[in-house]
């Protein structure tokens, strides 16, 4: 089954893209055929000039340059959130045990979490286990950080802190591709959103050109539709 | 033995005679099925094709094979092969080899079953961030299957103490051996003395279940391991 039809863009140094659109539209698939979690079956995805579906590339040293951050969280449920932090510094980066856990230190505290170092998974909420996720891609250094969907398992009020860490995040320059249904998120800080349907791009365009005048009745309706299930949310950033 | 023993002489006569030969024999059983009951679990779930065929088909054939059939097998086998070796290290090792080969094929089950539990999205964060396949699985996916494994585990230790019993039948002298000569030998006792058998082998096999089988099961949920 084709999933993604001819879906073509760039992204610069730190720049956001907004990816959204109705589920089964190929959203989380476009991230993981970008990180090859899912290998594309055609097409090519560059980092920095390079192919990383090359023959000569090793997709784990890619990987690490290309953060994630998932819906569901997925942190290592037998690590303490300081671990699930420090760990790809460790095993993939190569740090001795102490550089990494200061530096997983400096992160966490980054996302505001610090005080939560020593807990496990569970003990936290999932705003917090958010964040830790956020965290752990952080900590990598990543050249482009994709979040799927980063938001949508939580509760309305968890929402909030994880938004506005991700807003922080934008505004200093960070590299994102976010697909997410957060208008707000999207007007505050998407250099492009796009809007994706039955695995083709719709239509493409800035925050403004979306919600001053989308072209399609389509995204229209979507976006409207969003209004009434998600409200934008724009009181939760600061 | 000539004059009738007391409970308290029944009772150390089993343990003083019977016990080390019982907890070795389960000792070294559990764990030589741990080493190969893992690297058969691996096998099937990571390994090339004809690795996984190997280990499926070694599941299959222990499974279907009573214990003390093994035992006899290896018992009379390997004298012959090995016959420069001390008969008795060789009988306490033909239950050893017995012990652990079919328990690793339990084993491997018991590891497979708690490799597949951990959610695939521990999997995909870990090669997310730039782990290779086997540090994944070293790192990430061992830790937490070990720990889920924990509670099928207790039970399998819990079967391998007992079936250590069928050493009897090749004259190995553990607990059930110990036991069966004060009942030959003081007839009048016999149902005291495996009265007292039968409640040493549940004092070795409750408290364990209980502990790493209920208790790790209401822990590891508390974590949020596995699938449910």
């Known amino acids: ?238 | 033995m000539s004059d009738t023993p007391t409970l308290s002489e029944i009772i150390f006569n089993i343990i003083g005679r019977g016990l080390y030969h019982t907890l070795l024999l389960t000792a070294l059983g559990l764990l030589i099925g741990f080493i190969l009951g893992i690297s058969l679990a691996l096998m099937r779930l990571y390994g090339a094709k004809e690795l996984a065929w190997f280990s499926s088909g070694y599941e299959k054939l222990f499974r279907g094979i009573p214990l003390i059939v093994l035992i006899y097998v290896f018992a009379f086998g390997l004298p012959d092969i090995l016959w420069y070796i001390d008969p008795l290290e060789l009988r306490l090792g033909s239950v050893v080899l017995a012990l652990s080969l079919r328990s690793a094929a339990y084993q491997s089950q018991i590891f497979r079953g708690a490799i597949l539990s951990v959610n695939p999205g521990q999997m995909e964060a870990a090669r997310a961030l730039g782990m290779k396949g086997s540090q994944a699985v070293r790192h990430v996916v061992m830790p937490q299957a070990l720990r889920l494994a924990v509670p099928s585990w207790s039970n399998e230790y819990s079967v391998v103490i007992k079936d250590s019993s069928f050493a009897s039948a090749i004259g190995i002298i553990e607990m059930t051996q110990a036991a069966y000569f004060v009942s030959v030998n003081f007839r009048e006792l016999w149902a005291l003395t495996y009265l007292v058998l039968a409640v040493l082998y549940f004092l070795f096999t409750y408290p364990v279940t209980r502990i790493f089988g209920e208790r790790q099961s209401k822990k590891l949920k508390k974590l949020g391991m596995g699938g449910g």
């Open chain 1, 1 to 238: 089954m084709q999933v993604l039809k001819g879906v073509s863009f760039e992204l610069g140094e730190g720049e956001v893209k907004v990816v959204f659109g109705p589920s089964g539209s190929g959203k989380s698939t476009l991230l993981r055929c970008i990180n090859m979690l899912s290998p594309p079956d055609k097409g090519e995805v560059y980092l920095r000039g390079q192919n990383i579906k090359a023959p000569e590339v090793n997709i784990n040293e890619m990987r690490a340059r290309i953060g994630m951050v998932f819906q569901h969280f997925n942190l290592f449920a037998h690590l303490k959130a300081i671990d699930n932090v420090s760990i790809g510094l460790r095993r993939v980066k190569g740090f001795p045990k102490e550089e990494a856990r200061e530096k997983a230190l400096e992160v966490l505290d980054s996302v505001k979490m610090d005080e939560w170092a020593d807990r496990y998974p569970a003990e936290l909420s999932g705003g917090q286990q958010q964040r830790v996720g956020i965290a752990r891609a952080l900590a990598m250094d990543p050249d482009v950080i994709l979040f799927d969907e980063p938001t949508s398992a939580l509760d309305p009020e968890l929402i909030g802190e994880v938004l506005q860490v991700m807003l922080d995040l934008a505004k200093s320059g960070t590299t994102m591709i976010v697909v997410t249904h957060e208008m707000g998120f999207a007007k505050a800080v998407a250099s492009e959103m796009i809007f994706l349907g039955e695995g083709v791009i719709i239509e493409r365009g800035t925050p403004e050109h979306f919600f001053i005048s989308p072209k399609s009745e389509r995204v229209q309706n979507f976006l409207q539709q969003l209004d009434v299930l998600y409200g934008s949310h724009e009181k939760l950033l600061k």
